[in-house]
C-alpha cells in the first residue's frame, strides 16, 4: 500500500545553518507529493507540493524535487530562521485514486536555535 | 467561514463515556476529511466524504467510531465508550474538491481528546 517514511527527529538547528529532512515514499499509483507544516499552535498548512516526476516545490525558501528514480521528496531550506521552528509532515496521494486522501509521515520536529 | 473551525479544543473525559467532536469546515468544500494524531504516532486516516456521504470509512480503528456529515457541511465525529488508547489529538481537514491531488488540505487546530 501507499505509505510515507521520513526522517525521525527531532532535529535542532543554529539559525542560518542548512536543512534536510528525508523523505521516501511507497506507492502503487502516481502520487502528488507534499510538505505540510505545523506551527506551534497552529493547524497543518501546506508549505509545498509537486504532481510529477522532477517537478521542484518551493515556498519560504524551501525546496523539494520529486525524485521518482528514488521515490524521494527531501526537504531542504539553505539557511533555517527561528521562525522555522515547527513539525513537519511528509504526505502523498495517490493521483490514480478518486477519494483524494494523504499518507502521512510521522512528522519530524525541527527547532532552530538564534 | 474563514477557516475550518473544530469544537471542542480540548475534552477530558472519563473512560467508558461518549464523546462529540465537532467540524465546521470552509464554505463551499465538498471534501471533508477526519485524521487522528497521536504522540509519536505521526497523523492517522479516519474517515473521507464527500459531500454527505462517506467513500472512504476504511480508517475509522473500531466499531465505536462514527461520524456523520449533515448539509454537506458540518461533521460529527462520535466515540463511544472511550478508552485510554484513544487519547489523541483528532484534526478535520477541508478541500475544494478531493484535496489529495492537486489540491490542498486545509486544517483545523484540532480537538485534543484526552481518556482518563
Known amino acids: 500500500g501507499d505509505s510515507v517514511t521520513q526522517m525521525e527527529g527531532p532535529v535542532t538547528l543554529s539559525e542560518e545553518a542548512f536543512l534536510t529532512i528525508n523523505c521516501t515514499y511507497t506507492?502503487?499509483?502516481?502520487?502528488?507529493l507534499f510538505w505540510y507544516v505545523q506551527y506551534p499552535g497552529e493547524g497543518l498548512q501546506l508549505l509545498l507540493k509537486a504532481t510529477k516526476a522532477d517537478d521542484k516545490g518551493s515556498n519560504k525558501g524551501f525546496e523539494a524535487t520529486y525524485r521518482k528514480e528514488t521515490t524521494s521528496f527531501h526537504l531542504e531550506k539553505g539557511s533555517v530562521q527561528v521562525s522555522d521552528s515547527a513539525v513537519y509532515f511528509c504526505a502523498l496521494s495517490d493521483r490514480g485514486s478518486t477519494l483524494g486522501r494523504l499518507y502521512f509521515g510521522r512528522g519530524t520536529q525541527l527547532t532552530v536555535w538564534p | 467561514g474563514a477557516g475550518v473551525s473544530q469544537s471542542p479544543s480540548n475534552k477530558v473525559t472519563e473512560k467508558g463515556k461518549d464523546v462529540e467532536l465537532r467540524c465546521d469546515p470552509i464554505s463551499g468544500h465538498t471534501a471533508l476529511y477526519w485524521y487522528r494524531q497521536s504522540l509519536g504516532q505521526g497523523l492517522e486516516f479516519l474517515i473521507y466524504f464527500q459531500g454527505n456521504s462517506a467513500p472512504d470509512k476504511s480508517g475509522l480503528p473500531s466499531d465505536r467510531f462514527s461520524a456523520e456529515r449533515t448539509g454537506g457541511s458540518v461533521s460529527t465525529l462520535t466515540i463511544q465508550r472511550t478508552q485510554q488508547e484513544d487519547s489523541a489529538v483528532y484534526l478535520c481537514?477541508?478541500?475544494?474538491?478531493?484535496?489529495?491531488?492537486?489540491?490542498?488540505?486545509?486544517f483545523g487546530e484540532g480537538s485534543r481528546l484526552t481518556v482518563l
Open positions: 506507492a502503487t499509483g502516481y502520487p502528488s
Open positions: 481537514a477541508s478541500s475544494q474538491g478531493p484535496g489529495g491531488h492537486d489540491g490542498e488540505l486545509f
